[in-house]
């Protein structure tokens, strides 16, 4: 049974079911009063180890508003489950499964899914939803109690997408950075040029966009030719050794703003990348392929271990992709 008690402008609700015993304050009794008899009834629904009848759109929007905020992938997470959870023109939901009860969803379910978006997007996309959709489960399926059972154990995985092979050549970067409007050796005037600089940085050093558009002035030593990533994807931090030629293109920045190196959000360097691009009459060439193309070159310069240790690889198999000489290359170093 529960109880309420006005505390100054507040209301105060207090439920003890079954040996649980829980307070709570709104600013209204009539919100003290909807929590505590929606909680009852959370709790009568769990007695005798049961789970919640809550939809995969409850637990999605939950995972959204709760856990991910908490992670650094937000933005790509958020984007995703709204993809998700969105409506179609009919107002019907696009994934019919976000309606029904966590629990009643099984492994063939999941199935039809992976094999419907496959026929839409790569492996390596279909991968990275069903790790978020596998979270969302564990999350629901051991702090919420939405469901007793894991139905991805038995879920095939559809292979990985082949590393992408594209990189950008010297006449590619040049059309670009053109278009841009930067002209060499000299201070990005507004946010388009800046982001010239960082597409040629990056073509210099193989930091990921993320990394160089969080990069801080304090953390950058151009004495000592170092770049300081506090923190990057695998949750690491990390030095970057720098060139002469990254050291002049970081000059350029000087000036631009005290504390980052660069003023530009993601979404603004990706709009004024593509239009770049498109304009230059560059094709099937991405800013991310500008990392692939940097580690390809400095393949040709350091080893295995010197390469992980500078672009923070901690799989050494997965350089392999970048040491692209052919064989008639190697045979030449035999004799």
């Known amino acids: 049974m529960a109880s309420y008690e006005k505390r100054g402008d507040s209301w105060r609700a207090a439920i003890c079911y079954r040996g649980v015993r829980e307070k709570k304050t709104f600013p209204s009794k009539r919100e ?7 909680r009852e009834a959370e709790l009568a ?65 999941l ?54 092979e594209r990189i950008f050549t010297d006449e590619e970067v040049d059309r670009i950075v053109q278009a841009l409007g930067w002209i060499d050796g000299t201070t990005p005037k507004d946010r388009r040029q800046e982001t010239a600089v960082a597409l040629l940085l990056a073509l210099e050093t193989a930091m990921r966009s993320g990394e160089l558009l969080s990069l801080e002035w304090a953390d950058v030593d151009l004495e000592r030719r170092v770049a300081r990533l506090q ?4 949750g690491d931090a990390r030095d970057v050794p720098l060139s002469r030629r990254a050291v002049e293109l970081l000059k350029c920045m000087q000036g631009r703003d005290e504390t980052r190196v660069f003023t ?3 979404q603004l360097r990706d709009t004024y990348y593509r239009q770049a691009r498109d304009m230059a009459g560059v094709e099937g060439v991405t800013f991310h ?16 271990l ?13 350089l392999q992709v970048y040491y692209r000489e052919s064989a008639e290359d190697l045979a030449s170093r035999l004799d």
């Open 32 to 38: 003290a009063v909807a929590w505590a008899t929606a």
């Open 264 to 266: 530009l959000t993601p």
């Open 111 to 164: 199935a039809a899914w992976r094999d419907e978006r496959l026929k839409k997007v790569k492996g390596a996309s279909v991968l990275r939803e069903i790790g978020l959709l596998r979270a969302v489960w564990a999350k629901a399926k051991k702090e919420w109690r939405y469901t007793n059972a894991d139905p991805w154990e038995d879920l095939a995985k559809p292979k990985d997408s082949r590393a992408r």
């Open 231 to 234: 923190l990057t994807k695998n």
């Open 45 to 109: 629904e769990l007695g005798g180890g049961g789970t919640l009848k809550r939809s995969l759109r409850h637990a999605l929007e939950r995972y959204r508003d709760e856990v991910s905020p908490t992670k650094r992938g937000e933005r790509w997470e958020v984007v995703r489950i709204n993809s998700f959870l969105k409506n179609g023109p009919d107002g019907k939901p696009v994934w019919p499964l976000v309606d029904r009860p966590m629990r009643d969803i099984q492994t063939a379910d």
């Open 289 to 304: 392929d500008a990392r692939a193309t940097a580690c390809t070159r400095l393949a040709k310069k350091l080893s295995v």
């Open 306 to 318: 010197e390469l992980a240790r500078m672009i923070g690889h901690r799989d050494l198999r997965s």
